[in-house]
T-cell receptor
Framework: AQRVTQPEKLLSVFKGAPVELKCNYSYSGSPELFWYVQYSRQRLQLLLRHISRESIKGFTADLNKGETSFHLKKPFAQEEDSAMYYCALSGDNDMRFGAGTRLTVKP | DAGITQSPRHKVTETGTPVTLRCHQT?????MYWYRQDPGHGLRLIHYSYGVKDTDKGEVSDGYSVSRSKTEDFLLTLESATSSQTSVYFC?????????????FGEGSWLTVV
């Protein structure tokens, strides 16, 4: 069965500090992984996905199959990054999400 | 946002009453999903659909049923609402094509069962 684990429910950093949101997964097949973000009072939206190998809003995430991880990183956090972040894994027909990490960036 | 709308956006209902939430998408997406969002649990999949009249259970399907009679509509029904079903419900859809799995979400439906 596919499973996504985000060990940190809350994460707080100061503006300009590096940030890393952790995500671990379990899946028997070849995983497709994503990060979604939900800003206050807005719908969830795609931040990035591993197959694109892209950097969005300064965020990057690398799939590590050996450690079954897909951690989200940003070298210099900004106040506007404060939001709820969800790691997601695509299975055969559905998409499963982690419990989410609420990131707060303090001034 | 892929033209996904949910209705109603807010509803208060009494325990034991039936409730139906509607999700409508205008992008001709093949796949549609219903999730519930709860503190500490994140997003949990209730049911999903991979085509008209093709549906399957997710992680937390007990107490819920769905129907997909048209590509654009995916209905979630609580046959007899309970207080544990108080939650925010999100509908989502994706293309099922080359860009599959870029899920687009609706704005959410806040349901309170009293």
């Amino acid at each position: 069965a596919q499973r996504v684990t985000q060990p940190e429910k809350l994460l707080s950093v100061f503006k300009g500090a590096p940030v890393e949101l952790k995500c671990n997964y379990s899946y028997s097949g070849s995983p497709e992984l994503f990060w979604y973000v939900q800003y206050s009072r807005q719908r969830l939206q795609l931040l990035l996905r591993h197959i694109s190998r892209e950097s969005i809003k300064g965020f990057t995430a690398d799939l590590n199959k050996g450690e079954t991880s897909f951690h989200l990183k940003k070298p210099f956090a900004q106040e506007e990054d404060s939001a709820m972040y969800y790691c997601a894994l695509s299975g055969d027909n559905d998409m499963r999400f982690g419990a989410g990490t609420r990131l707060t960036v303090k001034p | 946002d892929a033209g996904i709308t949910q209705s109603p956006r807010h509803k208060v209902t009494e325990t034991g009453t039936p409730v139906t939430l509607r999700c409508h998408q205008t992008e001709n997406h093949r796949y549609m999903y219903w999730y519930r969002q709860d503190p500490g649990h994140g997003l949990r999949l209730i049911h999903y659909s991979y085509g008209v009249k093709d549906t399957d259970k997710g992680e937390v399907s007990d107490g819920y049923s769905v129907s997909r009679s048209k590509t654009e509509d995916f209905l979630l029904t609580l046959e007899s609402a309970t207080s544990s079903q108080t939650s925010v419900y999100f509908c989502a859809s994706d293309t099922g094509t080359g860009n599959r799995n870029t899920i687009y979400f609706g704005e959410g439906s806040w349901l309170t069962v009293v």
